[in-house]
T-cell receptor, first 112, second 109 residues
Framework: EAQVTQNPRYLITVTGKKLTVTCSQN?????MSWYRQDPGLGLRQIYY???????DKGDVPEGYKVSRKEKRNFPLILESPSPNQTSLYFC???????????FGPGTRLTVL | TQLLEQSPQFLSIQEGENLTVYCNSS?????LQWYRQEPGEGPVLLVT?????EVKKLKRLTFQFGDARKDSSLHITAAQPGDTGLYLC?????????FGTGTSLTVIP
């Protein structure tokens, strides 16, 4: 089954404790991205990757890191989480930029 | 900076009514997508419009892309409770996607 998976689905952590949210897709897509969704703001792109070893900042990259060592995986890293990073996070993949995006189920993160 | 503004933000209507959701921007996009998101899930693509002035129909849903490729609308005819959800427009730039603020639709039986 073609899908995008994210883990964990729910996470409660404390300020400053490094965490990683994993994302994996099995559709051989080149383009992957991370979004955060906040009430009234829609989805905002954090980082995106056009292909392996190619990553670029989106609209809200501060406080986040990503890596793309393999085509299928695109982890999101929060080195020192802060309460303003409490949000719903989505990973997405697509054949290329501009094509249909397939979204993961989301990760709800709470930073205390 | 929000590149895409959607209106209305919230919409509650009776089953059988018609409605239109607007997605407006001052930027030109190579294509525009409409997604629908249900609680606890990620957005799912409804349609992609590419050509200025293009109209696409998906059963009771009609999507239109503005002539200048800056704005779009989604019209639902005879809304049903199953149409309830969050509707998001997304503009495709050279490498990025820009999502609208979203329209939360509730259709009351």
């Amino acid at each position: 089954e073609a899908q995008v998976t994210q883990n964990p689905r729910y996470l409660i952590t404390v300020t400053g404790k490094k965490l990683t949210v994993t994302c994996s897709q099995n559709m051989n897509h080149e383009y992957m991205s991370w979004y955060r969704q906040d009430p009234g703001l829609g989805l905002r792109q954090i980082y995106y990757s056009m292909n392996v070893e190619v990553t670029d900042k989106g609209d809200v990259p501060e406080g986040y890191k990503v890596s793309r060592k393999e085509k299928r995986n695109f982890p999101l890293i929060l080195e020192s989480p802060s309460p303003n990073q409490t949000s719903l996070y989505f990973c997405a993949s697509s054949f290329s930029s501009g094509h249909e995006q397939f979204f993961g189920p989301g990760t709800r993160l709470t930073v205390l | 900076t929000q590149l895409l503004e959607q209106s209305p933000q919230f919409l509650s209507i009776q089953e059988g009514e018609n409605l239109t959701v607007y997605c407006n921007s001052s930027s030109v996009f190579s294509s525009l997508q409409w997604y629908r998101q249900e609680p606890g899930e990620g957005p799912v693509l409804l349609v992609t419009v590419v050509t200025g002035g293009e109209v696409k129909k998906l059963k009771r849903l009609t999507f239109q892309f503005g002539d200048a490729r800056k704005d779009s609308s989604l019209h639902i005819t005879a809304a049903q409770p199953g149409d309830t959800g969050l509707y998001l427009c997304a503009g495709a730039g050279p490498n990025q996607f820009y999502f609208g603020t979203g329209t939360s639709l509730t259709v009351i039986p």
